[in-house]
């Protein structure tokens, strides 16, 4: 079965420490990884996709890294609007739209 | 730019009420979701459909139906509503499964049912 596991559940930064979440997944075979933001009382936004082992993404803040294992979010001096709740899902290969397994999330709260 | 549009953000509807949660995604996509997010539980998918006309059970579907008589809109069915069914209710959309294509969630509608 696939397992997607994330940690911490919670992390608590201050202003500009630079950090990492961690994205474990178990999957037979990965078509891809995603990353969402989701900021209180809204839906997920789209971070990145990576497909394959050794793929890095970035975007402001914000770099996403792959391996065959897990996945990081390295967030680099960080600021008060990075908090949010981040999730990660997994697609497998051959895995149709039952085939998502999504994370439960890392709650980021970064203080001024 | 991709828009997923619920039709409502906050519901309060009564045990044994119906309820219809309404999606609308502009941009072609061929499969749309239906999820329920839970604190400590996280996403959990309801039902999908792939066409018109199409769908398929998720992993928690009793107690939810579903329908898709256009391409850009999916509705969400609570024929008989209950307490435990009180949750966020997210749709997405996905055009195909092929690498590079993302699924896109709308801004989630809150369910109350009392």
């Known amino acids: 079965e696939d397992q997607v596991t994330q940690s911490p559940e919670a992390l608590r930064l201050q202003e500009g420490e630079s950090s990492s979440l961690n994205c474990s997944y178990t999957?037979?075979?990965?078509?891809?990884l995603f990353w969402y933001r989701q900021d209180p009382g809204k839906g997920p936004e789209f971070l990145f996709t990576?497909?394959?082992a050794g793929e890095e993404k970035e975007k402001e803040r914000l770099k996403a890294t792959l391996t065959k294992k897990e996945s990081f979010l390295h967030i680099t001096a960080p600021k008060p609007e990075d908090s949010a709740t981040y999730l990660c899902?997994?697609?497998?290969?051959?895995?149709?739209?039952?085939?998502?397994?999504f994370g439960k999330g890392t709650h980021l709260i970064i203080q001024p | 730019d991709v828009k997923v549009t619920q039709s409502s953000r906050y519901l309060v509807k009564r045990t044994g009420e119906k309820v219809f949660l309404e999606c609308v995604q502009d941009?072609?996509?061929?499969?749309m979701f239906w999820y329920r997010q839970d604190p400590g539980l996280g996403l959990r998918l309801i039902y999908f459909?792939?066409?018109?006309?199409?769908?398929e059970k998720g992993d928690i579907p009793e107690g939810y139906s579903v329908s898709r008589e256009k391409k850009e809109r999916f509705s969400l069915i609570l024929e008989s509503a209950s307490t435990n069914q009180t949750s966020m209710y997210l749709c997405?959309?996905?055009?195909?499964?092929?690498?590079?294509?993302?699924?896109?969630f709308g801004e989630g509608s809150w369910l109350t049912v009392v």
């Open positions: 899902a997994v697609q497998p290969l051959g895995g149709g739209a039952d085939g998502l397994t």
């Open positions: 999957v037979s075979g990965l078509r891809g």
């Open positions: 990576l497909y394959s």
């Open positions: 941009m072609d996509h061929e499969n």
């Open positions: 459909s792939y066409d018109v006309k199409m769908k």
């Open positions: 997405a959309s996905l055009n195909g499964f092929s690498s590079g294509n993302t699924i896109y």
